[in-house]
């Protein structure tokens, strides 16, 4: 007679956040009409105060035109649900999805967003 084990159902784990916390998202101009400079912009994920997670946006560069060093200059900062409102205010949102926040360990919830434009399965852009 053959014993039959049931053993339990195996839960999935949660994906856990990427050991990077400094992501890449694009470029913007900065500077007067006709003299205006390349400033590469950063996403970073910063740590967790009373449950919510804070993310900033930095840009490296240096602080006196004699400085031999580049330095990470932080330019805004936003809780974890704000995070499309900064980004459209550097004109950002266009170049980052939802997926790529994910994907950074962002854990925003759709259902709290709002204009969300659903493009493909997957992919939510903000307007």
């Known amino acids: 007679m053959n014993n ?17 916390r400094v992501f890449y998202i694009g470029f ?14 950063y996403l970073k994920r ?4 009373n449950g ?9 560069g240096k602080y006196d035109e004699d400085d031999y060093k580049t330095y990470s200059i932080e330019l805004d900062e936003c809780e974890e649900n704000k ?6 205010k550097y004109e950002l949102s266009d170049m980052i ?5 994910e994907d950074m360990g962002c854990k925003i919830k759709t259902q709290n967003l709002e204009n969300v ?4 399965d997957k992919t939510l852009i903000i307007k």
Do not use: A, H
């Open 83 to 88: 995070i499309f409102e900064m980004l459209r």
């Open 117 to 120: 434009i659903k493009i493909s």
């Open 4 to 20: 039959i084990l049931i053993l339990p159902k195996k839960e999935k784990r949660t994906k856990p956040l990427p050991r990077q």
């Open 46 to 49: 910063k740590g967790m105060i």
């Open 52 to 60: 919510i997670r804070y993310w900033s946006i930095i840009t490296y």
């Open 97 to 101: 999805s939802l997926d790529d926040l």
């Open 28 to 41: 913007r101009y900065v500077g007067p009409y006709l003299c205006q400079d390349v400033q590469n912009l």
